[in-house]
Structures are given as structure tokens and as C-alpha cells.
Nanobody
């Protein structure tokens, strides 16, 4: 049963923009930080950005300034706005719902099915 439904991936040229969306159930959206990870071929899955219900964000340094995570509480939806995309941003992007208990590592309770983002040079 799919709990997180993603959309917005696709093919874009370098320098272009995409916006990913992820909609989920209120019961998940209200309890967890929401956001995005990505996994490129041959690489480990990595954090892109997460946003808590209060609006606090955690994001990878390499993507700050180009990627912005936001959430619409009325729509139970989290977004990832990606600007100035580079070929190295090519990956499967996964929506995630998670939490953190005092440490620095996020625990992910739910994953989306993933959406492909391909950036051509």
C-alpha cells in the first residue's frame, strides 16, 4: 500500500528546474518530518532535505542554495524545488517521512516509490 505518492520527475537540461511533489495521508504528514532523499546509480541513498511540521529544515550542504524543501499543511504535501540542475543531480528521488530522537541521524518510517530525475548536459 503506497503511503507517499510522488510526482514531478523527468528529463531536464543542465541549468533547468524541476519541482517534485509528494502527497501523503494526514496521519503521516502531521506526525513526521517530510522530505527527500536521492540515490544515484552505484551510490548510497543520501539526504537531500527534510522539513518538520514547524518549518525547521535539514538539508545537504551541497544542495543548499539550489534546492528548497517546503510543505503545504493544507494539502498534506511536501515539495522539492530544484533550480540550476546539474548532471550530477541525476538520481532517483525518494519522498520520505521520518523522525529524529536527539541524535543526528534521521529514522525513516515511510518511503515513497521514487521518481527519476535525469539532467542532461
Amino acid at each position: 500500500q503506497v503511503q507517499l505518492v510522488e510526482s514531478g520527475g523527468g528529463l531536464v537540461q543542465a541549468g533547468g528546474s524541476l519541482r517534485l511533489s509528494c502527497k501523503t495521508l494526514l496521519s503521516i504528514f502531521s506526525q513526521y518530518a517530510m522530505g527527500w532523499y536521492r540515490q544515484a546509480p552505484g551510490k548510497q541513498r543520501e539526504l537531500v532535505a527534510l522539513i518538520t511540521s514547524s518549518g525547521w529544515t535539514d538539508s545537504a550542504d551541497s544542495m543548499k542554495g539550489r534546492f528548497t524543501v517546503s510543505r503545504d499543511n493544507a494539502k498534506n504535501t511536501v515539495y522539492l524545488q530544484m533550480n540550476n540542475l546539474k548532471p550530477e543531480d541525476t538520481a532517483v528521488y525518494y519522498c520520505a517521512a521520518g523522525y529524529r530522537r536527539g541524535g543526528s541521524t534521521w529514522q525513516i518510517a515511510y518511503w515513497g516509490q521514487g521518481t527519476q530525475v535525469t539532467v542532461s548536459s
